[in-house]
C-alpha cells in the first residue's frame, strides 16, 4: 500500500543534541513538506521540497536542516540551535502542481519529539 | 498574517445533529484549492473534502458538506448526522504560492470538535 512512513513515532532527546526524524513516501509525490504542530498553534511549516536536491525555509527554519538526495525520502534533523523542540512534528507529501483536485497532502503518521 | 482563519478554538454537538465549522481565507488568487483534514487523536491527518475556486457547485463527500461563499472568501465545513468519532480537530487548508512558484498546504489553527452521546 502506498503512504508515508514517519519514524520513529516517540523520541527523546537531551538538550544540546541533535536529532533527526525520518520521512519515507512511496507515493511518488515530488513535494514533499515538513510541519511542527503545538497546541493552538496549527501547522506550521518548516522546510519543503519540491524536487530531488532543492529545498526550500518555510516559516519556521531556523534551527532545523533537512535534504532531499532522494525522491522517496526527505528527513529532519532538529538542531541544539532549535531553542523550543518539544513538539509534534508531521511529514506530508503531495502531487506537484496549483490547487486543482487532487492536490491534497497526504500525511504521516507523525513523531512526537520530548527534549528532556 | 494569517492566510486561514479559524474563529471556533472549540465546538460541541450532539450525536446525530448537524455542525458547521467556520472558515475563512485570504488570498488575491483568482484561481485555487481550499481543503478541510480531520486529525483524531492519534495524530494522523485524514483528508475529508476539496473545494476548487471555480467549481460551480459545493463540494460534497458523504455526510461532509462544504459551505462555499467565494465573495465572502469562507469555505465552512458541515458535518450532517454526527458520530461519536467524529470528535477530533478539524483543519481548514489551501495551496498558496510559495518561493518559487511552488504550491504550498497553509493551514488554520484548528477547530477541536466534540459530539455528546
Known amino acids: 500500500d502506498g503512504g508515508i512512513t514517519q519514524s520513529p513515532k516517540y523520541l527523546f532527546r537531551k538538550e544540546g543534541q541533535n536529532v533527526t526524524l525520518s520521512c519515507e513516501q512511496n507515493?511518488?509525490?515530488?513535494?514533499m513538506y515538513w510541519y511542527r504542530q503545538d497546541p493552538g498553534q496549527g501547522l506550521r511549516l518548516i522546510y519543503y521540497?519540491?524536487?530531488?536536491?532543492?529545498?526550500q525555509k518555510g516559516d519556521i527554519a531556523e534551527g532545523y536542516s533537512v535534504s532531499r538526495e532522494k525522491k522517496e525520502s526527505f528527513p529532519l534533523t532538529v538542531t541544539s540551535a532549535q531553542k523550543n523542540p518539544t513538539a509534534f512534528y508531521l511529514c506530508?507529501?503531495?502531487?506537484?502542481?496549483?490547487?486543482?483536485?487532487?492536490?491534497?497532502?497526504?500525511f504521516g503518521q507523525g513523531t512526537r519529539l520530548t527534549v528532556v | 498574517a494569517q492566510k486561514i482563519t479559524q474563529t471556533q478554538p472549540g465546538m460541541f454537538v450532539q450525536e446525530k445533529e448537524a455542525v458547521t465549522l467556520d472558515c475563512t481565507y485570504d488570498?488575491?488568487?483568482?484561481?485555487?484549492?481550499l481543503f478541510w483534514y480531520k486529525q483524531p487523536s492519534s495524530g494522523e491527518m485524514i483528508f475529508l473534502i476539496y473545494?476548487?475556486?471555480?467549481?460551480?457547485q459545493n463540494a460534497t463527500e458523504g455526510r461532509y458538506s462544504l459551505n462555499f461563499q467565494k465573495a465572502r472568501k469562507s469555505a465552512n465545513l458541515v458535518i450532517s448526522a454526527s458520530q461519536l468519532g467524529d470528535s477530533a480537530m478539524y483543519f481548514c487548508?489551501?495551496?498558496?504560492?510559495?518561493?518559487?512558484?511552488?504550491?504550498?498546504?497553509?493551514f488554520g489553527r484548528g477547530t477541536s470538535l466534540i459530539v455528546h452521546p
Open positions: 506530508a507529501s503531495s502531487i506537484n502542481g496549483d490547487r486543482g483536485r487532487n492536490t491534497e497532502a497526504f
Open positions: 507515493l511518488n509525490h515530488d513535494a
Open positions: 521540497s519540491q524536487i530531488v536536491n532543492d529545498f
Open positions: 488570498t488575491s488568487d483568482q484561481s485555487y484549492g
Open positions: 473545494q476548487g475556486s471555480y467549481d460551480e
Open positions: 487548508a489551501m495551496r498558496e504560492v510559495g518561493a518559487g512558484g511552488s504550491y504550498i498546504p497553509t
